[in-house]
């Protein structure tokens, strides 16, 4: 069974930063693109960044020249480098990949549990 596990949520003030880690674990083929999405309290789960199995990024406007994310193909495991956070930044952050398997070629798409962010003003 493949499963997401995320490390690095906690609580920090305002302007300072947190690293985020996603690792996959389980009988993997291969990954394709994984990403960090968010969710506030109240509102609709919102994609933060993601990165393509060749490296390529996107990133929500709100995080852009702030946030970071990165992967190391060799360990199944993404990061996001958060900088500079700010209030609006909180929120319950998931990990997502898209994840094939000895079992299935398909690739299927997976989410982590969720680690709370929290920025206090």
């Known amino acids: 069974q493949v499963q997401l596990v995320e490390f690095g949520g906690g609580l920090v003030q305002a302007g300072g930063s947190l690293r985020l880690s996603c690792a996959a674990s389980g009988s993997i083929f291969s990954i394709n693109t994984m990403g960090w999405y968010r969710q506030a309290p109240g509102e609709e789960r919102e994609l933060v960044a993601t990165i393509a199995r060749g490296g390529n990024t996107k990133y929500a406007d709100s995080v852009k020249g702030r946030f970071t994310i990165s992967r190391d193909n060799a360990k199944n495991t993404v990061y996001l480098q958060m900088n500079s956070l700010k209030p609006e930044d909180t929120a319950v952050y998931y990990c997502?990949?898209?994840?094939?398997?000895?079992?299935?070629?398909?690739?299927?798409?997976?989410w982590g549990q969720g680690t709370l962010v929290t920025v206090s003003s």
């Open positions: 997502n990949a898209e994840v094939s398997t000895a079992d299935s070629p398909v690739y299927l798409e997976l």
